[in-house]
């Protein structure tokens, strides 16, 4: 839901910012206004103003009757104009001066900043406490005054107390769009300080909005309430969150406001996307499902939403893990985005989008030009509901963080998964690095470049899993070296998903180039400790934790195997351990790396030979049917070492060659050595001299590519 109220939604901008107050801020005290008659200036006259409103609406610019009468050039300009004039200067220069301050953050510009911001507010309190006001247009400054506290400080008492005002204010003269627009912003202030009393007073606009029929108000309160719920994460907080929103829906169908019932239908998905259950994902795809089913209403064509519904379809893939399903959702998102392109109703730098709503006799005394930072009037005359989304630039990175993931079973071959990703982070850190922004609040600008800064380091940790899968072990380390300069410079703790991939990855690197020892280490961190890990109801975040978790157990168990000498026991307790976690797993690459390793593992009483060919029959259908390559070679390279060391024969000869040939589609520098090394003995073996010296020429180039100087 859009809560831009600092962005100067209330009243008309003058043409010129200030562009000095910028670099030396000259503060002046709203009260010298009353020492003096002020002099006749431009900036006094109402209709100069130009209007900071929404694109989608030609009506956005505020009406000016609702603040004061237009002043002739011969007369003295009102004083309340004056001051809001003034206000909304100081708080232009301040948003112009904001993009240079969130690159920066050193004291003096933000310091600058909020002295501009501070002065601004006090031409808003002076019009308040001095100047005798018209009751519209008090209410307009209070919620004005009330919002820019929201947006910019912690004065949650002084807003409250205006907004309280404000409210009484508006029953008095019966300010329907102006009271709602306060209960709205009250609501978030109380989130605050008290999340269940803002939903409680929430719960009673739903009730008072639903009983007037001011629906767009409805649709409002409820994806407010929605929000809130979804943030508490408790589960009775959530099935609160999908009434609302199932409530929204069913409205929105009787309303014909088939926009509303899509916009709904997304944030259902998005609720059972991080909310734990097994039936989470099915849900997430009865929800995507309903939001087609207005795929082609003209009013639905939002390119936002139609983007979020492929980013949403193609991660539910990616949680399923069936690679053919994920090739195909990533083909139909990338010719989504394409054709987004040139769409220009989605701008490159704004995150709001409007959605319409079709308007009703009534609508025209609550939704006006006051409410448009929440509520707007479109150029068709309907309403348009205001909510914020990713800007067009940061939607192409997520979706190129997709990309990266999903073609990471092919990236040994092509590379494509590397391009994507590498082009992704290029596009956010060249933002990063830039103070050509467009204007806006602090807070959102420091918040959109932290957001930035962690999703970045997403992009590191894929990066070097690339490279970690073809035995890169430098570009490896440069990636995760980035990854740790990302989370310095942009003080990101290392917990949740993210610190369990660093340290993970980091544990991979230390493996890769031999260090057993460090790496051993890493994977014993109480991270990754499976007995304090639940086993029920996760969401997906804790999925991803435990399964890395599983991972590090898996490396564990086959790293000890190398240790002299083997601990039996111990093989068979880790064994033992990981079998009911991982035998039946979702992850059908986790059963496949469990099998091959329960087949490889040493234990006393050993394992029968037929439990060996079982386990790897089942790991071999597994690494076929996910398509993962390098499953794929190592099982038919344990095949090989196992059943036709030393044989001789065709068969011998063939299943040799088949783990080469796999190998090779890797990339992996490492498997290729060691399959073309049995390739060679195999040779060697039939008496194939010379073939045997040249592919054993070739595992050593490999070798020494995989691990230099060994």
């Excluded at 918040?447 to 800064?453: A, D, L, M, P, T």
Aim: glycine letters at 6%; aromatic letters at 8%; one cysteine or more.
């Amino acid at each position: 839901m859009n809560s831009d109220y600092a962005n100067n939604v209330f009243y008309s901008q003058p043409p010129q910012p200030l562009q000095q107050q910028v670099e030396q801020p000259q503060f002046i005290s709203p009260a010298q206004l009353f020492q003096q008659p002020p002099a006749p200036s431009p900036l006094s006259h109402p209709s100069q103003y130009t209007s900071h409103g929404r694109t989608t609406s030609n009506s956005g610019a505020y009406n000016t009757n609702n603040m004061a009468p237009s002043i002739s050039a011969n007369t003295q300009p009102d004083t309340a104009m004056l001051l809001v004039a003034l206000a909304e200067e100081y708080f232009q220069a301040a948003h112009e001066h904001a993009p240079a301050a969130a690159l920066s953050m050193t004291v003096a510009d933000v310091e600058a900043y909020g002295g501009l911001v501070a002065t601004g507010l006090g031409c808003l309190d002076t019009a308040l406490k001095h100047v005798k006001l018209q009751p519209r247009m008090e209410a307009n400054i209070r919620l004005r005054y009330a919002g820019v506290l929201f947006e910019e400080t912690e004065n949650s008492m002084e807003a409250e107390t205006a907004l309280g005002k404000g409210i009484a204010l508006c029953e008095r003269n019966h300010y329907y769009d102006l009271k709602y627009a306060m209960q709205f912003l009250l609501a978030q202030f109380m989130a605050k300080k008290n999340p269940k009393a803002s939903m409680k007073a929430l719960d009673g606009h739903i009730s008072d909005a639903q009983t007037y029929h001011h629906y767009s108000w409805v649709y409002v309160f409820r994806f407010l309430r929605a929000s809130h719920a979804l943030e508490s994460g408790s589960p009775t907080d959530h099935h609160v969150a999908v009434q609302n929103l199932r409530a929204v829906a069913t409205l929105a169908s009787q309303q014909n406001d088939n926009a509303i019932y899509l916009t709904a239908s997304l944030m259902e998905a998005l609720a059972f996307l991080k909310m734990p259950g097994p039936d989470s994902l099915q849900h997430v795809q009865t929800a995507l499902a309903q939001a087609r089913s207005y795929q082609h209403d003209e009013s639905c064509k939002i390119p936002q939403l139609v983007a979020l519904i492929h980013i949403l379809d193609l991660s539910c893939a990616i949680m399923k893990g069936n690679s053919m399903e994920m090739l195909t959702k990533l083909k139909e998102m990338q010719m989504m985005m394409d054709k987004a392109l040139q769409d220009s109703s989605w701008g490159t730098a704004s995150d709001v989008l409007a959605i319409p709503i079709n308007r009703t006799p009534k609508s025209s005394h609550t939704v006006s030009q006051d409410t448009r930072m929440i509520l707007g009037i479109g150029n068709d005359g309907g309403d348009n509901l205001l909510m914020t989304f990713l800007s067009k630039k940061d939607a192409y990175s997520i979706a190129y963080l997709l990309c990266g993931m999903v073609l990471l079973y092919k990236n040994s071959i092509e590379r494509k998964g590397l391009k994507y990703l590498q082009a992704g982070l290029d596009s956010l850190e060249g933002d990063a690095r830039s103070n050509r922004s467009s204007s806006g609040l602090l807070p959102d600008l420091v918040s959109k470049r932290q957001w930035r800064g962690e999703i970045s380091c997403y992009f590191r940790i894929y990066m070097a899993s690339c490279c970690a899968g073809i035995s890169d072990w430098t570009e490896t380390k440069r990636h995760l070296d980035a990854l740790k300069t990302n989370l310095r410079q942009f003080e990101i703790s290392l917990t949740g998903p993210l610190g369990h991939l660093a340290l993970y990855f980091d544990g991979v690197y230390h493996q890769g180039i031999g260090d057993l020892d460090t790496a051993l280490k890493i994977f014993g961190d109480t991270k990754f400790n499976l007995s304090t890990t639940k086993s029920t109801t996760l969401t997906p975040a804790n999925q991803l934790e435990r399964d890395l978790s599983i991972l590090a157990a898996l490396s564990t168990l086959w790293m000890l195997q190398a240790k002299e000498p083997k601990n039996l026991d111990q093989n068979a307790a880790m064994k033992e351990a990981l079998e009911p976690i991982c035998a039946n797993h979702a992850n059908m690459d986790i059963r496949t790396a469990f099998h091959l390793i329960a087949a490889t593992v040493q234990t006393d009483p050993p394992i029968q030979l037929i439990d060996i060919k079982g386990r790897l029959k089942v790991a071999l259908a597994y690494a076929n049917t996910t398509t993962n390559v390098q499953l794929l070679c190592i099982c038919l390279s344990i095949m090989c070492n196992r059943f036709f060391r030393g044989v001789v024969g065709p068969q011998a000869e063939k299943s040799a060659k088949a783990a080469s040939v796999q190998a090779t589609r890797t990339g992996n520098a490492l498997w290729m050595s060691v399959t073309d090394g049995m390739l060679a003995r195999c040779y060697e073996v039939q008496g194939k001299l010379q073939d045997a010296q040249a592919t054993l020429a070739t595992a050593q180039t490999h070798a020494e590519r995989a691990l230099p100087g060994l």
